[in-house]
């Protein structure tokens, strides 16, 4: 079946600093990719829609300047968190559409810790 | 907007018991609804789904059941098993490609 691998799965950095998130789907072309975050006990929000080769639709309240998404090729989507700080720690899942039947799939989460 | 509320975990069973989980929804238009398990270390994947009022969405024993009237898609299953430990996430989809997700539920089965 369809693969989404995203890395790292946990990240750990101080304040100010940046951290990048890959999101690649290995056996399939992904036009679209979606970003989500999670807080403790709170829902997945989505974040921001990734379109190849255009500019990402981020959702309301998210700031666009600072999480930056790529989606350079079919096959990867980044989202960089710029000057990260302690209250942009949260988990992290970007999920891929699909070729066949607009099925989603979706990465195992990566886990950001800012000190 | 459109929202989905989950019960809160997390859920500790015995092996063989019987599991509810419940899920209810809030949106506009006629939602198609999902149920995602993760896991430990692994991605969401899509467990079951309805789309539309009174289906029943089954799956490895689980089962679901779209009510309109409750605006509710619990999930059920008759006897879990130890390998069903995992975090279960309710879903919708109103014709956006986006999903709008529950918070999640954390189920731990012992043996």
């Known amino acids: 079946g369809a693969v989404v691998s995203q890395h790292p799965s946990r990240v750990i950095c101080k304040s100010g600093t940046s951290v990048k998130i890959e999101c690649r789907s290995l056996?399939?072309?992904?036009?679209?990719m979606f970003w989500y975050r999670q807080f403790p006990k709170q829902s997945l929000m989505l974040m921001a829609t990734?379109?190849?080769?255009?500019?990402?639709?981020?959702e309301q309240g998210v700031e666009k300047d600072k999480f930056l998404i790529n989606h350079a090729s079919l096959t990867l989507s980044t989202l960089t968190v710029t000057s990260a700080h302690p209250e942009d720690s949260s988990f992290y899942i970007c999920?891929?559409?699909?070729?066949?039947?607009?099925?989603?799939?979706f990465g195992s989460g990566t886990q950001l810790s800012v000190l | 907007g459109n929202s989905v509320t989950q019960m809160e975990g997390p859920v500790t069973l015995s092996e063989e018991a019987f599991l509810t989980i419940n899920c209810t929804y809030t949106?506009?238009?006629?939602?198609?609804l999902f149920w995602y398990v993760q896991y430990p270390g692994e991605g969401l994947q899509l467990l079951l789904k309805?789309?539309?009022?009174?289906d029943k969405g089954s799956n490895k024993g689980f089962e679901a059941t779209y009510r309109k009237e409750t605006t509710s898609f619990h999930l059920e299953k008759g006897s879990v098993q130890v390998s069903d430990s995992a975090v279960y996430f309710c879903?919708?989809?109103?014709?956006?490609?986006?999903?709008?997700f529950g918070s999640g539920t954390r189920l731990q089965v012992q043996p």
């Open positions: 990734s379109n190849e080769g255009s500019k990402a639709t981020y």
């Open positions: 949106a506009t238009g006629y939602p198609s």
């Open positions: 309805a789309t539309k009022a009174d």
């Open positions: 879903a919708l989809n109103t014709g956006r490609r986006a999903l709008t």
């Open positions: 999920s891929a559409l699909g070729e066949d039947r607009g099925r989603l799939f």
């Open positions: 056996d399939f072309q992904a036009t679209t």
